[in-house]
């Protein structure tokens, strides 16, 4: 018998017509098209002045130290982080009810009244003196020499940290026990079990909210004015429309900045959980449809993949 009589005659379907489509975009590009219009044809936008100081040096170093606090921050909270998702997960209830009273306190408090406590610190504490039997063995004069950079990243970095002991607390929870289990079984200790078992499977947990919790943090770096910090790109950018009288270019110039520096750390977000996402996420090979199969090898057609 020919293989090609007994071959099945695939359906030429036509495609599902979606006419409110095409409106719903001419609709959406009519708007953007009024905002463009207005955005380059009002001269109260500026632009000769966003021109100007786009990259003045005061601007990009503002880029700069908002950057380095965004970095710093990030470092220290989740060193922080796995450190209290650890004792939240810990046997001995005296690390646990700390990491959670941590937890508790810095989500429960604004972070911009944490902001002003650390900016505070060198007034409730302008001595430390440490003494035994009526003699003075320590005595430290608590000032601030980096201008509120330190108190901006301790307050920063350890709101940051409660958030991020929840995320990681997420992620190690979502390895299955048996892991934990059969690495034990094989005689690892607690902690190459965390480093090498534990901690990789959990990534692709923990990765995707933690970057969104980066870029959340290059923008709450403007509260940073708190403190008070002023090299930050906001306070710098309001600095200077407050001096030319013209907020809205300035505001401009913020907001081209912020967007630039998101959107490469979305790039780098992206390739990071492509790499923890190996084999999980779309990494199933597709299934050859027998039958479609057949008709190409009968020359009725092109393969057909399963769910198509």
């Known amino acids: 018998m020919n293989l090609k009589d007994d071959a099945p005659v695939l359906n030429h379907s036509v495609p599902v017509r979606h006419p409110w489509r095409w409106f719903s975009a001419a609709v959406i590009i009519l708007v953007v098209l009024v905002f463009a219009s207005t955005f380059f ?7 000769d002045i966003v021109g100007k100081y786009m990259l003045d040096t005061r601007v990009v170093q503002g880029v700069g130290w908002t950057l380095f606090l965004t970095v710093t921050s990030m470092a220290l909270a989740i060193v922080l982080a796995i450190i209290l998702a650890i004792m939240r997960q810990s046997d001995n209830p005296v690390l646990r009810w700390t990491a959670w009273f941590w937890v508790w306190f810095f989500r429960g408090t604004p ?4 902001l002003i406590f650390w900016g505070l610190v060198t007034v409730l504490f302008p001595l430390i003196s440490v003494g035994f039997n009526g003699q003075e063995l320590i005595h430290i004069v608590v000032t601030d020499p980096t201008k509120g950079l330190v108190p901006a990243i301790l307050g920063l ?6 958030y991020l002991a929840e995320i990681f607390r997420a992620g190690l929870k979502s390895v299955d026990k048996g ?10 200790s607690n902690g190459k079990i965390m480093w090498r078992i534990i901690l ?13 919790e980066t870029i959340g943090m290059l923008k709450t770096t403007s509260l940073v004015l708190a403190v008070p910090y002023t090299l930050d790109l906001t306070f710098v950018t309001n600095a200077l429309a407050n001096r ?6 300035f505001l401009i110039i913020a907001a ?3 967007l630039l520096v998101t959107s ?23 299934v050859m449809n027998p039958d479609a199969l057949k008709a190409q090898m009968a020359g009725l057609g092109a393969p057909k993949m399963s769910g198509q």
Do not use: C
Not at 157 to 162: C, H, M, P, Q, W
């Open 264 to 286: 490469i750390l979305m790039v780098g977000q992206f390739y990071i959980e492509k790499h923890y996402g190996k084999g999980v996420d779309g990494g199933a090979p597709q």
């Open 244 to 249: 030319l009288y013209t907020p809205i270019p």
């Open 200 to 212: 990789p499977q959990a990534m692709r947990i923990i990765v995707p909210p933690t970057g969104n």
């Open 256 to 258: 081209f900045w912020y």
């Open 111 to 114: 972070v911009y009244t944490q």
């Open 41 to 47: 044809t009002n001269p109260k936008y500026g632009w």
């Open 179 to 188: 892991q934990n289990e059969a690495a034990q079984a094989l005689g690892m």
């Open 157 to 162: 970095g350890l709101n940051e940290s409660a």
